[in-house]
């Protein structure tokens, strides 16, 4: 008799139902309200973005809106303010148009309601626009919080385009942050036996290594190129959800960057930390295994601009090298490149030398 599949041998994911990436998402959101028989919906938005998008996407589903919020920093206090004006509303869905801030408190919000997030990115500097996670700051420390992916993904190009060049670059520094994080992710499976799934890594690495492939004629300003940063970065939050974990989107050079920020150093933004971090990653890989080039990373991190030297991130050499040691007290259970080479500081010293990072 054959055997019978049951639902428990099968993984099952939570996934964006809608995903749209183009050219006019953004006079959509009234379609995907009324195809999710949603009603009665609170926008989030910051001051820019209400200027850039979400004055006009407000206009269109004034009918459906009961309230707009402004976001000025993603922490729980912020959520609490949300949700204490909100109280005796019957509200049913979340429309987030903004970046970073305004996306996180609207995936915290929903799940903790329970009601749908439509994620409306006006910047995309990570991969946070479609992922089932939010970073926020409490006490100045950073923090990650688990929530449900977004229902709805409206990434519109037109949009996007005119967002601040510099975050642009900061998200393609976390989506080729990918490479470096499934790398440790395969030597965590091979020396750790550690759970892996090659769909949701070839998901979160695959539009690395085709912008990498490219490495010579990056130009974030060529519609096909943007294009192909932001389908990144959604695939990006596609495969952590699939996991249920970052790992596909978050190795050693996350555990850097992190590092960075509890140490309070520098003034980057989370892309370019990583961004120089997948650089340092990447050298130890192909040390020590002959995997990759870090040239190649490099390379293409200064096609786009984007920084590849501590002095652009206001860091000095100690405090690079501070960070690289800290890291390894980051996330302790995630074994990576850091766990498994054990680099001392003459070695960390070396490799910035020689990455010409500082
Ligand atoms: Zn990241």
Not at 168 to 182: E, K, M, P, Q
Not at 279 to 299: A, C, D, F, P
């Amino acid at each position: 008799m054959p055997r019978r599949y049951r639902s428990e041998y099968l993984k099952l994911a939570e996934l964006p139902f809608i995903v749209e990436i183009g050219e006019g998402p953004r006079k959509k959101v009234r379609e995907v309200l009324e195809k999710l028989e949603l009603s009665n919906a609170i926008m989030l938005t910051g001051k820019s973005s209400y200027e850039a998008a979400g004055q006009k996407i407000q206009e269109r589903i004034s009918d459906y809106l009961i309230n707009t919020f402004f976001v000025t920093k993603a922490s729980m206090e912020e959520v609490r303010t949300v949700e204490f004006s909100i109280s005796y509303e019957d509200v049913d869905s979340i429309v987030g148009v903004g970046g970073g801030k305004v996306l996180d408190i609207g995936k915290v919000l929903a799940s903790e309601l329970s009601v749908p997030f439509i994620s409306i990115p006006t910047v995309a500097s990570h991969d946070g626009i479609a992922s089932p996670v939010a970073s926020f700051k409490e006490g100045g420390k950073p923090l990650s919080i688990s929530t449900r992916p977004p229902t709805a993904v409206l990434a519109d190009l037109v949009i996007l385009r005119y967002s601040p060049i510099r975050f642009l670059r900061s998200g393609y520094g976390d989506l080729i942050s990918n490479i470096t994080a499934v790398r440790d992710w395969k030597l965590a499976r091979d020396k750790m036996d550690e759970e892996y799934n090659d769909i949701a890594a070839s998901i979160a690495v695959m539009p690395a290594n085709l912008m990498l492939s490219q490495a010579e004629n990056l130009d974030l300003k060529q519609p096909s190129h943007l294009e192909m940063l932001i389908r990144g970065l959604i695939l990006s939050g596609v495969a952590i959800s699939i996991v249920g974990s970052s790992r596909p989107a978050s190795g050693a050079e996350h555990k850097f960057s992190h590092a960075l920020d509890y140490l309070g150093y520098g003034d980057a933004t989370h892309g370019e930390q990583v961004g120089i971090g997948t650089i340092i990653m990447e050298y130890l890989h192909e040390k020590h295994y002959g995997e990759g080039s870090w040239e190649r990373i490099k390379l293409s991190l200064e096609k786009i601009q984007a920084p590849t030297t501590a002095k652009e991130l206001s860091l000095t050499k100690e405090q690079v090298v501070e960070a690289l040691i800290y890291a390894k007290r980051i996330r302790k259970k995630r074994y990576t490149i850091l766990e498994d080479t054990n680099p001392d500081k003459d070695e960390f010293e070396l490799i910035l030398t020689k990455t010409g990072i500082c």
